[in-house]
């Protein structure tokens, strides 16, 4: 099953109600929602573009290795765009991004779950770059709030002589518990609150329900092992960063005084 | 004074701090000289926002200066372990600042070995019971929490304990209590350097005073200050 060009167009009609109701409340959002809508368009089809090119027979698989390099790279700047208050966070997430694509692409790989193609690498590292940009944003955030309200607690830890680490070790703690229990309340609530996007997408593609289901699964377990290693190296990097080396814990900027 | 009669010993302390308006960085401390005996209560007193914190932070190695030295029984700070100076010299902060869990787990943290024995002997000290080594830090009031935080800071017997208005969020029953432990910890011979900006509280307290303002520090009489700096 596929849907052709007309139908796109048709589906606009749901982009037109959503903006029709930001003008009837007043909300002033119906300039973005057009302008998300159509961007979201032209990327997603110049991407479909470079696939068709990364997809010949003849276009070496260097090519798609390339895109993930850039793909990484463009990850860690929208990073610190989104999260511009986490100090030096593009070198931390670059590292947290390559270690985590680096695994679930060796497991992925190097056991046959796919096999190794243009058609598997670049959607399968989008779908983890994608998740741990998202798991990097919201983890770097939390550290520094997380730092910034505790301030006086982390620092009367220090007073007593502990050495920085130990002093952050609770916080760090606590900030890992409450970024990954979104995502494993998420993993635990597949299937009976919503059908996953990969899954609906084979599906509606026409694929048998039981092998899409087996690649949602995997999918699943990509984006739970991205977000767990990308937000675990962004606390742990985060909270050496957050102290000099003679364990005083730096000023950030959102702290007052 | 000599620099190794002094515990602490100032010389030339400039600390700058970025302009919340964007403008130059303001000096707090501007070239600070001055020496905090080894005996007795010393407070730092001034207005609010004069630098007594700051001034006070730095003998902890809290914060650094960005010119001159502090020295800590003759040895510049930069040369000492940060950890050992503060287990040496302890702080209490301007608000209690309970960690997680139990008095016992708070009491704890600086020394994991130390026995529920030991523990009542420390909340004696400071006029706390020894059942309350099993409730809930939280469950404490304000004026028993912040005697908590000064208990926890002395289970590692420090020779220096720094306060940093420690009474400020107390009422006047709870401030007279915390008083009278400093005192009495002060006279078996613990080294305090107060900061408070309350001139009866210095009257009360004070062996002697040091006045912080203009980002210069000098020595006052208690009995000369006015009542609110």
Redesign the interface.
């Known amino acids: 099953m596929t849907v052709n060009w007309a139908g796109t167009a048709f589906s606009l009609i749901l982009v037109a109600v959503a903006a029709g109701l930001s003008l009837y409340w007043g909300l002033g959002l119906e300039r973005s929602i057009v302008w998300a809508a159509l961007r979201a368009g032209v990327q997603l089809l110049l991407v479909g573009g470079i696939l068709l090119l990364l997809l010949r027979p003849q276009t070496s698989l260097w090519w798609s290795w390339l895109w993930v390099v850039a793909m990484l790279g463009y990850a860690a700047v929208t990073a610190k765009q989104r999260a511009p208050g986490v100090p030096r966070i593009v070198p931390l997430a670059l590292t947290a991004f390559v270690l985590a694509t680096a695994l679930s692409l060796a497991v992925l790989f190097g056991l046959g779950v796919f096999p190794l193609s243009a058609r598997t690498l670049v959607p399968i590292a989008g779908l983890i770059v994608g998740n741990a940009m998202t798991a990097t944003v919201l983890a770097g955030r939390r550290m520094v709030e997380e730092f910034t309200d505790k301030r006086d607690e982390i620092e009367a830890r220090l007073a007593l002589g502990q050495p920085s680490q130990d002093a952050a070790r609770p916080y760090v703690r606590g900030v890992l518990r409450s970024a990954l229990s979104p995502q494993i309340e998420t993993t635990k609530a597949t299937g009976l609150v919503f059908l996953p996007g990969a899954m609906t997408g084979l599906i509606l593609g026409g694929a048998d329900p039981v092998s899409a289901v087996l690649v949602q699964l995997v999918v699943m377990f990509l984006v739970l092992a991205a977000a767990s290693t990308t937000t675990t190296v962004m606390a742990i990097g985060l909270s050496r960063r957050l102290f000099t080396p003679d364990h005083r814990l730096v000023r950030l900027a959102r702290a007052a005084s | 004074m000599d620099d190794s009669e002094s515990v602490f010993a100032l010389r030339n302390v400039t600390v700058r701090r970025p302009d919340p308006n964007g403008g130059e960085p303001r000096a707090v401390l501007d070239g600070v000289d001055t020496d905090i005996p080894g005996q007795g209560t010393t407070v730092l007193w001034g207005t609010s926002g004069a630098g007594k914190t700051t001034l006070l932070r730095l003998l902890?190695?809290?914060?650094?200066p960005d010119a001159g030295v502090v020295r800590y029984r003759g040895t510049p700070l930069d040369d000492l372990d940060?950890?050992?100076l503060?287990?040496e010299v302890?702080?209490v902060?301007q608000?209690p600042?309970p960690?997680?869990g139990t008095v016992r787990d708070n009491l704890r943290?600086?020394a994991p070995e130390a026995d529920d024995g030991r523990l009542g002997e420390l909340l004696e000290r400071v006029s706390l019971p020894a059942d309350v080594l099993g409730r809930d830090a939280d469950t404490l009031s304000g004026g028993e929490l912040q005697r908590m935080?000064l208990a926890?800071?002395l289970v590692?017997e420090p020779r220096v304990v720094l306060l940093d208005e420690p009474t400020s969020a107390l009422d006047a029953e709870p401030t007279r209590t915390f008083e009278r432990t400093v005192a009495d910890l002060a006279a078996d011979g613990l080294t305090v350097v107060w900061v408070s900006h309350d001139a009866a509280q210095v009257r009360r307290v004070a062996d002697r005073v040091l006045e912080v303002a203009g980002g210069r520090v000098r020595a006052r009489e208690a009995d000369d200050l006015e009542d609110e700096a």
């Open positions: 902890d190695r809290l914060d650094v940060p950890l050992a503060r287990r302890g702080m902060f608000r600042t960690f997680a943290v600086a935080c926890r800071t590692v």
